[in-house]
């Protein structure tokens, strides 16, 4: 059966529904000038994937890898939350919960997992201190997953320590890289972001120990974060709520399949048709900074 596009029955199921997940992809920041991986003016159209996505590309040239992070991690500073970001951050609020999700179980917010580093959707969170309490605040951010990593977190390759900062750059050599100019000279190893800040002193202290940090993103071949999470969620969710992903990379990719096959219902919010378009009960082709307004109204 084809998906239904009509939003009156897409609100009465999400009004139905008692465990909700919402799973986001880059093309719910695009609104916000971030850009996507795999568009046609996607990332991985002028950088390679295998380079600046992979734990061997690190290896291999941390220069030019930190060089990438860096001026998207400014990218990412510089932006700020859309109309998108603010309808799913609105569930956090009571009033707005009751409203559209009156059958939620024991009112528990719906499961936001991301997989952008951006940051955004937690900033969205808090842009709302006016209207709920830091004790609410932090309850809802407790229910977003960023599984594919922070870029506002980095790990120490020798002592494991994860350091959370929104200071950039991370070493004086990056000030100044940006999207035009990176990779055109080659930062020395000891000039990349290390553990403890430039000021380190080479003490062996853990998360001051001087080792090479590495941006605290997920690559290819590496784990996602919050999985173990995610698939117990996964077993009680009725509406999952996908937004902007091309749904090509897994495991995100997979879970409207299980969903699906454990009697749940999906409902796609996408500019165009995409991978997951035949697992999906609801599909809205649209900008979904626009849509998604629209929809949860
Ligand atoms: C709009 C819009 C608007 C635009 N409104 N919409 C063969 C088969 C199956 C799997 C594999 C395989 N070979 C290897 C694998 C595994 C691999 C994988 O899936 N590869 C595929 C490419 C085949 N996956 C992994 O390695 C993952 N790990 C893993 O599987 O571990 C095993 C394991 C799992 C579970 C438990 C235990 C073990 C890790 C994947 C890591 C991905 N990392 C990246 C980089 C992160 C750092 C960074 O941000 O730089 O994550 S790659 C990149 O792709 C990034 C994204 O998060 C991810 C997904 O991309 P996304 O978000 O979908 O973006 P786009 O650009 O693809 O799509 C944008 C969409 O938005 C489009 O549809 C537009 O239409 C739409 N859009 N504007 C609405 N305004
Ligand atoms: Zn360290």
Redesign the pocket.
Known sequence: MSPSSDAQAFRDAFANSKRVVIL?????S??SGI?????PN???KTKS?KL??TPEGFKEDPSGVWQ??HY?REGCLSAQPNA?HRAIASFAVPAVRSRLMPSLQEDKLPLFVT????GLSLRALDELSDQLTPAEIKLARERVIE???S?FKTICLQCKHINHTFDSPLSPALAGITEQNAGERDIPIDQLPRCGGPDWKGSNRWGRCGGLLR?A????????EG?GEI?KELNWTDLLIV???????????GFAKTIKSRGGKVAI???????GDSDADFLFI??????LPLLLK
Do not use: I
């Open positions: 986001a992809g880059a093309g719910l695009a609104a850009p996507t991986f795999r568009g996607g990332l991985w994937s600046f996505a990438f992070y998207k998108a997989q952008n580093f951006d599984t594919h990593g870029a941006p993103v997920v690559w290819f071949g590496e784990v996602p999985m698939a937004v902007g992903t091309s749904s090509l990379v897994h495991p995100a990719a919010v996408n500019l165009e048709r995409s991978e649209g900008p979904c900074e626009e849509t």
